[in-house]
């Protein structure tokens, strides 16, 4: 329950609306202070929680399956700087952060069933990833920063517009799985 401020300086005769602040959740900020994987699936949250960004620090997971997120903030290595995984299936996501890349210990990067059109070119700083899912969104082509990370194991686009295969996923040497189908690759 967020609480009311009075705005007005006592002279005025009018009814003035008080204006609601945000309310700080101290039983969400318990649960980001006690636990390195939140598993928050299904919880409607529009964007990443404020208690999860000011005291998520030691953060390692995050499972934020099926909530209503469009997009993540930038800097978010400053806030969750021990981030190895992060499940962001079925949101609403439709970009990502430029600076995305400087998320340094990310090894799982799920953003299968979104409404992603690209990835950013800071991408390729994910040196650590090893499994990259972008299945189901809208994407017409894998952005070649994709193939200078060279610790994927696991490349996952099916299901998206993609029509050609760079000769440079060559350079993934320590792949294990590459899924694709149900693209327009000839």
């Given amino acids: 329950e967020g609480f009311l401020v009075d705005m007005t300086d006592g002279d005025s005769d009018e009814d003035t609306p008080c204006t609601p602040l945000p309310c700080v959740d101290q039983e969400l900020i318990r649960e980001v202070e006690c636990r390195h994987i939140h598993h928050w699936n299904y919880r409607s949250f529009t964007a990443l929680p404020t208690e999860l960004l000011e005291h998520g620090g030691h953060v390692e997971e995050l499972y934020l399956k099926e909530n209503l997120l469009e997009e993540l903030p930038s800097q978010l290595h400053k806030s969750l700087p021990?981030?190895?995984n992060m499940y962001?299936?079925?949101?609403?996501m439709v970009r990502l952060p430029e600076d995305l890349g400087c998320l340094q210990n990310l090894t799982v990067l799920d953003l299968s069933k979104n409404h992603l059109?690209?990835?950013?070119?800071?991408?390729r700083d994910l040196k650590v990833l090893k499994t990259l899912d972008l299945s189901h969104n809208q994407l017409t082509k894998l952005d070649l920063?994709?193939?200078?990370?060279?610790?994927?194991?696991?490349?996952?686009?099916?299901?998206?517009r993609i029509n050609i295969l760079?000769?440079?996923v060559r350079n993934l040497t320590n792949l294990f799985g590459l899924y694709l189908s149900k693209n327009q690759i000839i």
Wanted: net charge negative.
């Fill in 117 to 123: 059109r690209e990835v950013p070119e800071s991408i």
């Fill in 166 to 168: 760079p000769e440079s």
């Fill in 145 to 160: 920063n994709i193939f200078r990370i060279s610790s994927i194991e696991y490349l996952v686009a099916v299901g998206n």
């Fill in 82 to 84: 021990l981030l190895t």
């Fill in 88 to 92: 962001l299936q079925k949101n609403n």
